[in-house]
């Protein structure tokens, strides 16, 4: 079975949770390839996704929507799941006891569109001497009152995203298990 992890990242964040995941999946016996989602144009033969983006401002990375956009037809007809990179520290909630772990405001929109399985929130990482990208970076770290809010480190959690592309592969040992017809 062939499965497709695209991915959007600005840092390498989110390319190395979709490396781990395609790697996790390979070792499990798939064929699983993590591939840039603006360079993945072509998915016909994979028989599964997993489609995955940092998060920016609360919304995924133009690459991740265009992908999924440009190929729902071919997603809703198979066996898709979703990630996101975001947060950046160890705590879980925030003062108020909110999970920090906000969904992006069109992961409800984008799963429905292709019938996503599900949508897990990794914690990111975080280089404060690595180049800002785009305006909304450079100003954050312009600004001295919220240069500190982000915590410098890699938050990423290695056990917990094999544990979701182990939950990947077991979903389609099951779903290949089933008859056709069924």
Do not use: C
């Not at 997993?50 to 929507?65: C, T």
């Not at 690595?130 to 600004?143: C, F, S, Y």
């Not at 959690?157 to 094999?162: G, R």
Request: zero cysteines.
């Amino acid at each position: 079975m062939r499965v497709l992890v695209a991915y959007a990242t600005h840092h390498g964040a989110t390319r190395g949770i979709a490396e781990r995941i395609a790697t996790t999946l390979t070792r499990l016996g798939l064929d699983a390839t993590a591939r840039p989602a603006d360079e993945s144009r072509d998915v016909g033969g994979y028989d599964a996704f997993v489609v995955g983006s940092a998060i920016y401002a609360f919304r995924w990375l133009g690459e991740a929507h265009n992908f999924v956009n440009r190929h729902r037809e071919t997603l809703a007809a198979h066996p898709t799941w979703f990630f996101s990179s975001g947060p950046v520290g160890t705590a879980r909630v925030d003062a108020e006891g909110r999970d920090v772990r906000q969904a992006p405001r069109e992961i409800a929109s984008l799963s429905d569109l292709v019938d996503a399985l599900e949508h897990r929130i990794f914690f990111g990482a975080y280089d404060p001497g690595q180049k800002p990208i785009g305006l909304m970076e450079r100003i954050t770290r312009a600004m001295p009152a919220t240069r500190d809010l982000l915590p410098a480190g890699d938050f990423r959690d290695w056990d917990e995203i094999d544990a979701f592309a182990t939950s990947i592969a077991d979903e389609l040992a099951r779903v290949s298990a089933v008859p056709a017809g069924r």
